[in-house]
């Protein structure tokens, strides 16, 4: 679809809080371009030390693309080239994507915290000629990177780099600099329009090397409007988008629904508590977009005892199992709400809590499925679970799923059931009002003797100890009863917390025998996926390895 949209746009922009149609049809990168017109001054982004506004946003979005034009096409023919975003969580991730739209390449998001082999791996699956990064990239030189990844047979022919305002140098595979002349783009694309798979990400690779998702602009558009009613959001909100940008959380909070909208959106390079908690009372942040890990993070602070946090109205959380004591717990703190979506970067939204649920809707459970995303569920045999009351392995359709996995279609056979549906890798029990639970995934329940146990309640039941910051729970080998629970903590002061020890309070508390771990490791720190999940895959090979 070509873009019609040139420097100015030729239809009226409404609100997209309480007339979302008079948007349809427009792409993130055209409302830069409106915004950078109509609004050019006000800030689009605040870093902790930087305002960037609307007008230098767009400029950085052309400076990339004139780049991307430099180097002409990569000789796929008809076919879009991929690119590579291997960037910063900040404007310049941002930009890229949009100079990728303006130039009708299709930006392949890859997290910041991916390593050489992920990198190699998802660049090569999409092959990608062209590779935008930054000099530095998470307080790392990228240049022992970038060397490996040219050196490599699917390696860049070409390296864009890009500052923190947007300005780029252009390298060929060996270095050498490529002259690039600056010029106006057009905010539309040549090649996409927003129904049109424009953008691939990947899986948050949480146990193993990950998939390439597509996505189109119109799908988290729609996730976005959701959003808006969830919680309540108008243009005036200010956000923080404390996840990662290249996957589904972070895209939506971040790269759509400020652009759709005209809000401020407050970001950071490296996540770190309390700057975070810094910058949400410095910039009176009211919608604050985080994973569990980060606001379990903000609760455990120092900092955040003597912070004035009281303009926060409501947090989106998710990524992985919101606990329910601690989301109460911040609630009791900041008066915010916490809100949550149901759903995978494969499926979008499935179901969604709002600012109008009762407490028990909002922190127990997932919201109620949406209206225009219809669910199954089927047990452990693939039959379908009929009946007002259903616990299983759920598969949805609807408008918001994406197209698959790329150019991957042994995946794309797993990810769907035969008659069409996308299936989601949860245990789910969904309530007779239509609201949904995780019990856990179905790669987190742990098999011991025959009997399934769900990690995530066993998580929930550690969690509540008062040494605990951290935990999570894995299935370690037994050879008598094939699996044995065994829980990964982080404690408080860095004290070790022994199994007999967490056993006994456990038992004190009342819990059932079978959901208290019979191994404890004591770790620094839990590892991390590029998406900010915790990676159960390293877990695991950790608990796996020490000593219980």
Same mark, same amino acid.
């Given at each position: 679809?070509?873009?019609?949209?040139?420097?100015?746009?030729?239809?009226?922009?409404?609100?997209?809080?309480?007339?979302?149609?008079?948007?349809?049809?427009?792409?993130?990168?055209?409302?830069?371009?409106?915004?950078?017109?109509?609004?050019?001054?006000?800030?689009?982004?605040?870093?902790?030390?930087?305002?960037?506004?609307?007008?230098?946003?767009?400029?950085?979005?052309?400076?990339?693309?004139?780049?991307?034009?430099?180097?002409?096409?990569?000789?796929?023919?008809?076919?879009?080239?991929?690119?590579?975003?291997?960037?910063?969580?900040?404007?310049?991730?941002?930009?890229?994507?949009?100079?990728?739209?303006?130039?009708?390449?299709?930006?392949?998001?890859?997290?910041?915290?991916?390593?050489?082999?992920?990198?190699?791996?998802?660049?090569?699956?999409?092959?990608?000629?062209?590779?935008?990064?930054?000099?530095?990239?998470?307080?790392?030189?990228?240049?022992?990177?970038?060397?490996?990844?040219?050196?490599?047979?699917?390696?860049?022919?070409?390296?864009?780099?890009?500052?923190?305002?947007?300005?780029?140098?252009?390298?060929?595979?060996?270095?050498?600099?490529?002259?690039?002349?600056?010029?106006?783009?057009?905010?539309?694309?040549?090649?996409?329009?927003?129904?049109?798979?424009?953008?691939?990400?990947?899986?948050?690779?949480?146990?193993?090397?990950?998939?390439?998702?597509?996505?189109?602009?119109?799908?988290?558009?729609?996730?976005?409007?959701?959003?808006?009613?969830?919680?309540?959001?108008?243009?005036?909100?200010?956000?923080?988008?404390?996840?990662?940008?290249?996957?589904?959380?972070?895209?939506?909070?971040?790269?759509?629904?400020?652009?759709?909208?005209?809000?401020?959106?407050?970001?950071?390079?490296?996540?770190?508590?309390?700057?975070?908690?810094?910058?949400?009372?410095?910039?009176?942040?009211?919608?604050?977009?985080?994973?569990?890990?980060?606001?379990?993070?903000?609760?455990?602070?120092?900092?955040?005892?003597?912070?004035?946090?009281?303009?926060?109205?409501?947090?989106?959380? *998710? %990524?992985?199992?919101?606990?329910?004591? #601690?989301?109460? /717990? !911040?609630? &009791?703190?900041?008066? +915010?709400?916490? @809100?949550?979506?149901?759903?995978?970067?494969?499926?979008?939204?499935?179901?969604?809590?709002?600012?109008?649920?009762?407490?028990?809707?909002?922190?127990?459970?997932?919201?109620?499925?949406?209206?225009?995303?219809?669910?199954?569920?089927?047990?452990?045999?693939?039959?379908?679970?009929?009946?007002?009351?259903?616990?299983?392995?759920?598969?949805?359709?609807?408008?918001?799923?994406?197209?698959?996995?790329?150019?991957?279609?042994?995946?794309?056979?797993?990810?769907?059931?035969?008659?069409?549906?996308?299936?989601?890798?949860?245990?789910?029990?969904?309530?007779?009002?239509?609201?949904?639970?995780?019990?856990?995934?179905?790669?987190?329940?742990?098999?011991? *003797? %025959?009997?399934?146990?769900?990690?995530? #309640?066993?998580? /929930? !039941?550690? &969690?509540?100890?008062? +040494?605990?910051? @951290?935990?999570?729970?894995?299935?370690?080998?037994?050879?008598?009863?094939?699996?044995?629970?065994?829980?990964?903590?982080?404690?408080?002061?860095?004290?070790?917390?022994?199994?007999?020890?967490?056993?006994?309070?456990?038992?004190?508390?009342?819990?059932?025998?079978?959901?208290?771990?019979?191994?404890?490791?004591?770790?620094?720190?839990?590892?991390?996926?590029?998406?900010?999940?915790?990676?159960?895959?390293?877990?695991?090979?950790?608990?796996?390895?020490?000593?219980?």
């Amino acid at each position: 679809m070509t873009g019609r949209i040139s420097t100015t746009l030729d239809v009226a922009v409404g609100d997209f809080a309480t007339a979302p149609r008079t948007l349809d049809g427009l792409g993130v990168s055209e409302l830069v371009r409106h915004w950078a017109l109509t609004i050019g001054d006000r800030t689009a982004f605040i870093t902790p030390d930087a305002r960037i506004s609307w007008a230098d946003y767009d400029v950085a979005a052309d400076r990339i693309a004139s780049a991307l034009a430099a180097v002409g096409d990569c000789g796929r023919g008809s076919e879009p080239d991929a690119v590579a975003l291997y960037l910063p969580d900040t404007m310049v991730f941002h930009a890229a994507l949009c100079a990728a739209w303006r130039t009708g390449r299709i930006a392949v998001g890859i997290g910041s915290r991916s390593g050489a082999r992920e990198v190699a791996h998802l660049s090569s699956r999409a092959g990608c000629r062209i590779l935008i990064t930054a000099r530095t990239l998470r307080g790392q030189d990228t240049a022992p990177l970038v060397a490996e990844l040219c050196a490599g047979p699917d390696g860049p022919d070409h390296v864009i780099y890009v500052d923190d305002h947007g300005s780029v140098e252009l390298e060929d595979a060996a270095g050498e600099p490529v002259p690039v002349t600056g010029r106006r783009f057009d905010a539309g694309s040549p090649r996409f329009g927003i129904h049109d798979v424009s953008m691939l990400n990947s899986t948050s690779g949480t146990t193993g090397l990950p998939k390439l998702v597509t996505q189109t602009e119109h799908r988290w558009i729609a996730f976005s409007e959701v959003a808006v009613r969830a919680g309540n959001i108008t243009g005036d909100d200010v956000f923080f988008g404390a996840v990662p940008a290249p996957f589904g959380f972070g895209l939506w909070t971040s790269h759509f629904l400020p652009a759709l909208l005209g809000a401020s959106n407050v970001v950071v390079e490296r996540f770190g508590a309390d700057t975070m908690i810094d910058l949400l009372e410095r910039e009176r942040v009211t919608v604050l977009n985080c994973v569990s890990t980060q606001f379990k993070m903000l609760l455990r602070s120092e900092r955040a005892r003597a912070a004035d946090l009281g303009s926060l109205r409501a947090m989106f959380t *998710g %990524g992985e199992a919101v606990p329910y004591s #601690e989301a109460l /717990e !911040f609630e &009791r703190r900041t008066g +915010a709400a916490v @809100l949550q979506f149901y759903g995978s970067n494969e499926t979008g939204a499935v179901s969604v809590t709002t600012v109008e649920d009762d407490v028990d809707t909002r922190l127990r459970t997932c919201g109620h499925v949406l209206e225009n995303m219809r669910v199954r569920v089927f047990d452990d045999a693939g039959d379908e679970v009929l009946g007002n009351e259903r616990r299983g392995q759920p598969a949805v359709n609807g408008p918001l799923m994406c197209h698959g996995y790329w150019d991957d279609p042994d995946a794309d056979r797993d990810l769907r059931t035969p008659d069409g549906w996308m299936l989601l890798g949860d245990v789910v029990e969904i309530d007779a009002t239509g609201r949904v639970r995780v019990v856990g995934r179905k790669a987190d329940i742990i098999i011991r *003797g %025959g009997k399934n146990i769900s990690a995530v #309640e066993v998580e /929930e !039941f550690v &969690r509540s100890h008062p +040494a605990v910051t @951290l935990v999570a729970v894995v299935g370690v080998h037994d050879p008598l009863f094939g699996e044995k629970v065994c829980a990964v903590v982080v404690t408080a002061d860095g004290t070790e917390l022994t199994a007999p020890e967490l056993s006994a309070w456990l038992s004190g508390q009342g819990v059932t025998r079978e959901y208290i771990p019979e191994h404890v490791v004591t770790v620094d720190e839990l590892p991390l996926a590029p998406g900010g999940k915790v990676a159960k895959g390293a877990v695991k090979a950790l608990a796996e390895e020490l000593p219980a």
